[in-house]
């Protein structure tokens, strides 16, 4: 079992709509959960830093995690089309660096 | 963000020749590099983790004869992929964290290498 799955299948929604992803790690000890925007031909760039469990909220991006279900979540509000990227989620124990990374969701916003 | 530099962005070479790629952070120092690959479909899989002026730490499963890393200075580290093979063909990619267990980790762009 991997440590972490994220159903890479691709998204595509209307401008406005909700974008909803998650993910699901098996790594109890895991303590820190991000998600990254990659936009084609970049580098991951952090978009969401959450530490335990509960709901942070930045702007129209909520990450909500569930440790005790061990599964995390990444809500887009007002979805624009400037948002089409890969969000990867990623976790790990001690901090924002060695990371466990999920495969990564394609998201396509359509004006 | 702080900017981290990887170079290059693409590269092909033959089967049996050693690649370079360079990792640079440009507006900090970066006390630890992390090495990534990722194979078309798979997520980012962590290859080692490299300190400055230290030996670098590899993941179970990487050879670390095979992937030679080279962390010289605080912004400097490089990955060589020796007597490369079609199989070692990946995205690799950097990230470079500054001093302390939880500070952000910003990434390169990423090197595509494509071994012919």
């Known amino acids: 079992q991997k440590e972490v799955e994220q159903d890479p299948g691709p998204l595509s929604v209307p401008e406005g709509a909700i974008v909803s992803l998650n993910c699901t790690y098996s790594?109890?000890?895991?303590?820190?959960f991000m998600w990254y925007r990659q936009y084609s031909r970049k580098g991951p760039e952090l978009l969401m830093y959450?530490?335990?469990?509960g709901n942070k909220e930045d702007g129209r991006f909520t990450a909500q995690v569930d440790k005790s279900s061990k599964y995390i979540s990444l809500f887009i509000r007002d979805s624009q089309p400037s948002d089409s990227a890969t969000y990867l989620c990623?976790?790990?124990?001690?901090?924002?660096?060695?990371?466990?990374f999920g495969k990564g969701n394609q998201v396509v916003v359509i004006p | 963000g702080a900017v981290v530099s990887q170079h290059p962005s693409w590269v092909i070479c033959k089967s049996g020749t050693s690649v370079k790629i360079e990792c640079r952070s440009l507006?900090?120092?970066?006390?630890?590099m992390f090495w990534y690959r990722q194979f078309p479909k798979q997520s980012l899989m962590l290859m080692a983790t490299s300190n400055e002026g230290s030996k670098a730490t590899y993941e179970q499963g990487v050879e670390k004869d095979k992937f030679l890393i080279n962390h010289a200075s605080l912004t400097l580290s490089t990955l060589t992929v020796t007597s490369a093979h079609p199989e070692d063909s990946s995205f690799y990619i950097c990230s470079a964290a500054g001093q302390g267990k939880n500070t952000e980790a910003f990434f390169g762009q990423g090197t595509r290498l494509t071994v012919v």
């Open positions: 959450t530490y335990s469990s």
């Open positions: 790594n109890s000890a895991f303590q820190y």
């Open positions: 990623a976790m790990s124990i001690y901090g924002n660096n060695r990371l466990a």
């Open positions: 507006d900090f120092q970066a006390t630890t």
